[in-house]
């Protein structure tokens, strides 16, 4: 069997995503428990105790949501899409809760200057950054206000010195990628999330960047949160796997005895209204229950895979480079059986 490294796998003459590869523990683990290995990471001049972020959608990403997160130590961005951004304004109590909102290129700029002098996180919610608008508006931002600044989305690293230039702090990394996401049918755009990521992370370090990268999308378990951090991800953006819990915005629907919650993407008919274009679809998805249930889950997950890769700290599970290169056979042996 090969083993692959970072350079190996971007190199690979198929595009890959999660499924297609799995860690390889190449060496002797110092580490007794999984209790000793410690996920915290520091993203965008904040302390998290799990390098993960909510996408901010609006079935996942309202104000009880951001709040939950922040106090279960990650970072909830607050969707765009509804009256979330007036209330949170308008309750100075709530502000000191919640770090990070997203924007619209067209968000009022009475809104985003009250934003910027509470020293949120702001992330520029569009789904394509690779745009001179996107450009325009972070350098205007950043000429404006002192603030950190999330742009996205890309599928590869060819502009990401531009979005440098511009004052972009951190890009989410992903086209097409998500659960209800149908850019890449709609379009033909897009490639596989570990090919993305490893491009992007490659575009950095040859050219000596300062930004942090967000792998967004296609993130169905704690592993593939292991397999993006050793990939070279700075932190993850989480949709599907945070939806349909007790804190996403929503009513909780019972169907067939069962309960469940809505799930949709930020370009379905649902959030845009209108008949035109479409890139993303809606579906219901089992009620979760509380959103700390779905954090321990990853917290435990992501600390298993740092003691199997013998790392105590995020740090010491980039610096680890084996992989292997999944066949489908292989990879359909790992899945439980019923």
Request: glycine fraction near 8%; proline fraction near 3%.
């Amino acid at each position: 069997m090969k083993i692959y490294s970072r350079k190996e796998l971007n190199d690979y003459k198929l595009s890959l995503t999660y499924d297609d590869i799995s860690l390889i523990p190449f060496e002797i683990s110092q580490i007794k428990s999984r209790a000793q290995a410690n996920p915290a990471t520091e993203f965008l001049g904040k302390r998290l105790q799990l390098p993960v972020l909510s996408s901010p959608m609006d079935t996942v990403s309202g104000i009880r949501m951001a709040e939950e997160l922040e106090r279960l130590g990650c970072l909830g961005v607050l969707n765009r899409f509804d009256s979330s951004l007036n209330e949170l304004l308008e309750n100075e109590e709530l502000t000191s809760r919640i770090s990070a909102v997203s924007i619209g290129l067209n968000t009022n700029e009475e809104i985003i200057t009250k934003l910027a002098e509470r020293k949120f996180i702001i992330c520029i919610d569009t789904a394509n950054a690779n745009n001179v608008t996107v450009l325009n508006k972070c350098e205007e931002l950043k000429t404006k206000y002192d603030v950190k600044l999330i742009v996205g989305n890309v599928a590869c690293g060819s502009t990401l010195k531009d979005l440098v230039n511009a004052g972009a702090d951190a890009v989410r990394i992903g086209i097409g990628g998500g659960s209800v996401c149908t850019t890449s049918i709609q379009t033909g755009i897009g490639i596989g999330q570990v090919s993305s990521l490893l491009d992007v992370y490659f575009a950095r370090e040859e050219a000596n960047l300062n930004i942090a990268l967000i792998a967004d999308g296609g993130i169905k378990s704690p592993g593939d949160i292991a397999k993006a951090i050793a990939l070279g991800a700075d932190a993850v953006m989480l949709g599907r796997m945070l939806a349909g819990t007790k804190e996403a915005p929503g009513e909780v629907i019972k169907y067939n005895d069962q309960l469940w919650k809505k799930y949709r993407g930020s370009a379905s008919f649902g959030v845009k209204m209108k008949n035109e274009f479409i890139e993303g679809e809606e579906t219901m998805i089992p009620y979760k229950g509380p959103v700390e249930n779905v954090i321990n889950a990853i917290s435990d997950g992501l600390r298993s895979a740092m003691s199997y890769m013998n790392s105590f700290t995020l740090e010491e599970l980039r610096s680890k480079n084996s992989f292997a290169v999944l066949s489908n056979s292989s990879y359909i042996e790992r899945l439980p059986r019923k």
